[in-house]
């Protein structure tokens, strides 16, 4: 979400979260799900007087949802367009609550749609990848904010570099990425990630070593952060030569420092103490 939502605006998000879960479970197609939401969050983010309207607490539920119903009817699969129904029949604390929701319920429905093809561990990684990517490649990162350049070349130039690569669900959320709310591909890449883990209830850690974790130290790791938190946790690591030896963990608010330089300067800081 590019922002914190509150009140009825989280309720609501709450609610519609519930629902969409309903409609997958249903038989609903997560993958069109995604795409038709993304799409109405697009038209209301550029229709400043329909999301107006949509969020309009004069206007009642029923009047609301018969509005886009026919705006939205032939373009729209049914589950979709219950679910933008529903979407607007409920209260909202900000009019672009609306937008931002129906994109974050997309985002939702690509991770399902992951999890629904076996492809749910191959999206985190793959999402994580990519943010490493665009982080390290200066060229790439500022191709992807360039506002001179169409969302129709982003998503070109995105489409050279993973079809055929990564899983679907990650090529379209790399997608979404240059298109949303988000103020940079990689603010809404991390984003996506925190969904994708809390879809599986489970936390994400990054990180930081100077050579590659062996798969026994990867698994013992996140095996002694899951029973400190209390949840499973993903593990998604960096190789930085900075780190020089030990390991540093981040994971929500919480730092876990083990490095050397780390301990070199709590040495530091006790001698001149």
């Not at 390290?136 to 992807?144: F, I, K, Q, S, V």
């Amino acid at each position: 979400m590019s922002h914190q939502l509150r009140g009825a605006s989280a309720d609501s998000l709450a609610t519609l979260t519930d629902l969409l879960g309903r409609a997958v479970e249903g038989g609903a197609d997560a993958a069109r799900l995604a795409d038709d939401l993304f799409g109405v969050s697009e038209v209301l983010r550029r229709e400043p007087s329909l999301r107006r309207v949509a969020t309009d607490v004069s206007v009642t539920p029923e009047a609301k949802a018969e509005l886009v119903r026919g705006i939205f009817a032939a373009s729209l699969d049914p589950a979709s367009l219950d679910l933008v129904a529903a979407a607007v029949g409920r209260r909202w604390a900000a009019t672009r609550d609306l937008g931002d929701s129906l994109e974050h319920l997309g985002v939702i429905a690509v991770v399902r749609s992951a999890d629904q093809s076996g492809q749910a561990d191959a999206l985190e990684d793959e999402l994580f990848a990519f943010e490493r990517l665009v982080t390290d490649n200066p060229e790439l990162r500022d191709a992807l904010s360039d506002p001179a350049r169409s969302i129709h070349d982003k998503r070109a130039l995105l489409h050279g570099l993973l079809d055929g690569k990564v899983a679907p669900a990650t090529v379209r959320l790399a997608e979404q990425s240059v298109a949303g709310t988000h103020r940079t591909v990689q603010v809404a890449v991390e984003e996506y990630q925190k969904v994708a883990a809390a879809h599986r209830s489970r936390l994400v850690a990054t990180v930081r070593v100077a050579r590659p974790l062996a798969e026994q130290d990867a698994q013992r790791l996140a095996g002694s952060l899951a029973k400190q938190y209390g949840r499973p946790v993903h593990l998604n690591v960096v190789v930085d030569p900075e780190v020089i030896g030990g390991v540093r963990v981040e994971i929500g608010d919480d730092i876990i420092d083990g490095t050397v330089v780390s301990r070199l300067d709590d040495a530091r800081r006790r001698l001149a103490g």
